[in-house]
């Protein structure tokens, strides 16, 4: 079937496929079409924005009825983009996964066998030795990274997430079940199967004893990081995975116990975190889990957090930061311990231990300290110039700015401007979020006159420290928890699908720098 929109004198055509296993109970279908605006020929489409909400019942047989329902606002364009369809109101998360995984092993058996041999691209000396950058190498679904858009959620970008995913209150930030369910099914979830899903993350929380008396074994001062991947790697006793292997379970059903596995994961994980914060910076004065609260804010309230604009932190920053396609360090050492069978809390916690690294995850931590340290020698008042000066004075020292560049992005990071906006809309008189917003002014053409850096402009970590302070969490080295913590929903989400779809084991080449040289040698002589 084909629906057809007017817009002005602009005739757009929308085709969709027909998805037989979702409409044959005569479910709804949601599409959410955006208009985004480009140049326009015609002065009567170029004021307005449209967001057109199309809902079609289908019989078993036939389509039945369509509503339609335009609301305008500013800025139409004359391009209509899909956004995302939801097809089913079953509440039940794996029984959702049961319908649509045949469909992606089907999909994937045709990529192999149709285009198997295609080439995705040339292999440089440079990419080798320069951390595999720009090598194309792995499958990963749940997000894609584009240097210019930055990322998207199964297709949905941060913006589009705040729009179509369900919150927890009208015109707030995107509940982190609602992004779950995106990443497992590539679907936008009802709120009805948002609530759902919290409720049974809600019934998995329960974190055994011995868990915490790991722990407890290590001294208070050790690094969160440290305390959290232990905690984690205590949870693994619980496996389902390795018990259902070690059964002799069929690897069609590989998916199934690591389904259990991830979930329980994503739910215990918060648990086990606000634990480690506790005894580290309130006395060991744990605070109960409160299972009529949704992910984020019950984080927040672990942590002794209870201030409703906390909790809507809590859910953005869990959302923005749960997955960043499959290259970063900490999703790939998920994907590749996965690779070889471990289970979910063995491949989370080798995870860990990547982003705990001071290249990827602990860099919210340094950016706040040196953000501090700014105030600390200049004071809050600083003017542009002083802070410029300051930014040559870090760099000239042979350190970084924190917080500033990417590896693969090449404009602003849209986790960072999605964090500006909540600074502007709840604590826009802030001092240190005043600084951060003169430095977002100051640091990219002092970046750019330096002459070495790819990406001038401000990533996630830029800003994340100076909400979390804001609201009272302000100690800067747990700050990479929370990131492991959000995390968990990006990396379980394509450990559950590595193993429906049974990707293999990963296995690269590596060369030696004798081989380089004779091969750079013949190719140059041939």
């Excluded at 584009?146 to 970008?157: A, H, K, N, Q, V």
């Amino acid at each position: 079937w084909k629906v057809q929109i007017l817009c002005g004198d602009k005739c757009h055509l929308l085709a969709f496929r027909r998805l037989y296993r979702s409409f044959c109970t005569s479910h709804a279908a949601i599409i959410f079409a955006s208009f985004s605006s480009r140049s326009t020929s015609s002065s009567r489409i170029s004021g307005f924005k449209a967001f057109w909400r199309m809902v079609f019942f289908r019989s078993v047989s036939a389509l039945s009825r369509l509503r339609s329902r335009v609301g305008q606002q500013s800025s139409l364009s004359n391009s209509v983009r899909w956004i995302q369809m939801q097809s089913s109101t079953e509440l039940d998360l794996k029984s959702q996964l049961q319908e649509l995984i045949p469909e992606q092993q089907d999909r994937l058996k045709k990529l192999k066998s149709e285009h198997g041999k295609v080439q995705l691209g040339n292999i440089t000396v440079d990419m080798v030795i320069g951390g595999m950058r720009g090598m194309t190498g792995l499958l990963w679904e749940t997000s894609l990274l584009d240097p210019e858009e930055g990322i998207r959620f199964r297709g949905l970008s941060i913006p589009e997430c705040q729009k179509v995913l369900p919150a927890a209150q009208s015109g707030g930030e995107p509940l982190p079940e609602g992004l779950l369910w995106l990443l497992l099914t590539g679907k936008v979830p009802s709120k009805e199967q948002v609530e759902a899903l919290s409720k049974d993350l809600a019934n998995r929380a329960a974190v055994p004893d011995y868990v915490y008396n790991a722990i407890d074994a290590l001294p208070a001062t050790a690094h969160p990081m440290t305390q959290f991947a232990s905690g984690v790697m205590a949870l693994q006793v619980q496996s389902e995975f390795q018990k259902a292997y070690e059964s002799g379970i069929h690897k069609s059903k590989f998916w199934e116990p690591t389904y259990e596995d991830s979930l329980n994961l994503i739910a215990r994980v918060p648990v086990v975190a606000a634990y480690v914060y506790r005894r580290m910076y309130k006395n060991g004065n744990s605070i109960p889990s409160d299972k009529s609260l949704d992910y984020g804010a019950n984080f927040s309230h672990m942590l002794g957090f209870d201030d409703e604009k906390m909790k809507e932190l809590m859910r953005l920053y869990i959302t923005i930061h749960s997955d960043h396609e499959g290259g970063n360090v900490s999703a790939h050492t998920g994907h590749l311990v996965g690779s070889a069978l471990s289970d979910p809390y063995l491949s989370f916690a080798a995870a860990l231990n990547g982003l705990a690294g001071p290249l990827h995850g602990l860099a919210n931590q340094e950016v706040l300290l040196w953000i501090k340290s700014v105030v600390e020698e200049c004071g809050e008042n600083i003017s542009k110039e002083q802070l410029k000066e300051y930014v040559w004075k870090t760099l000239n020292s042979g350190k970084v700015v924190p917080g500033y560049g990417h590896g693969v992005l090449r404009k602003t990071d849209p986790r960072y401007e999605c964090q500006r906006e909540f600074a502007l809309k709840h604590l826009p008189d802030d001092p240190l979020f005043q600084l951060v917003s003169k430095l977002y002014e100051v640091v990219p053409p002092v970046l750019t006159e330096l002459g070495k850096v790819k990406n001038p402009w401000p990533n996630v970590d830029a800003h994340s420290g100076v909400l979390l302070n804001h609201y009272g969490l302000t100690e800067a080295r747990y700050y990479t928890v929370l990131f492991g913590v959000s995390r968990s929903l990006g990396i379980c989400s394509q450990l559950i699908w590595d193993r429906a779809l049974g990707l293999a084991l990963e296995r690269p080449k590596s060369v030696t720098m004798d081989w380089l040289d004779t091969f750079c040698k013949k190719a140059s002589s041939a």
